[in-house]
């Protein structure tokens, strides 16, 4: 019985490389539909693959501060309404290493007063850039801290990261 389903395997198989397709389709259609899918189906994902979005590092360096102008500073108040706070831009270089711009990039650091007091309590996360090209480019971001945390201002650990393609919103 063996010595029988190997001839009519072998068969079947002859048959396939001679070009009778027909015994081995009508005897095996459900094989293959699904090969032919599972082909198609990797042709369409090769062919039809999204371009890949990474979280791209971007280094910042010469980071620094200032006070507002006055017409930014007006009516500057920090996040709990308590009271009254100092406006600063926060001024440096952002270095992309990548030949592709970076978008939404999130700057992150630390800040503290002039007692090593943390100006953002458990908030690293300072602000963003919209867009940072290849090479090395400038950016700035309003910061509010309380006035009641002295002069002059530590900024800490800055770095910035993003994407490699636009994020939708």
Do not use: H
Request: proline residues 5%; aromatic residues 10%.
């Amino acid at each position: 019985m063996e010595n029988k389903n190997r001839l009519a395997l072998l068969g079947n198989y002859l048959a396939l490389a001679m070009g009778n397709y027909t015994g081995f389709i009508t005897q095996y259609p459900r094989l293959i539909k699904v090969i032919f899918t599972s082909c198609l189906i990797g042709v369409l994902s090769w062919v039809f693959t999204p371009s890949a979005v990474a979280l791209t590092q971007i280094k910042l360096f010469d980071v620094s501060y200032q006070d507002c102008p006055a017409e930014v500073a007006k009516g500057a108040v920090i996040s709990s309404g308590s009271g009254a706070a100092n406006c600063f831009i926060v001024t440096g270089k952002a270095q992309n290493g990548t030949n592709k711009t970076v978008y939404d990039a999130d700057i992150f650091g630390r800040i503290y007063d002039a007692n090593n007091d943390s100006v953002m309590q458990n908030r690293t996360r300072i602000g963003g850039i919209a867009e940072v090209p290849p090479g090395i480019s400038d950016f700035e971001i309003r910061i509010s801290v309380p006035a009641s945390q002295p002069l002059p201002l530590q900024l800490k650990q800055f770095k910035a990261a993003g994407f490699s393609g636009q994020v939708r919103r």
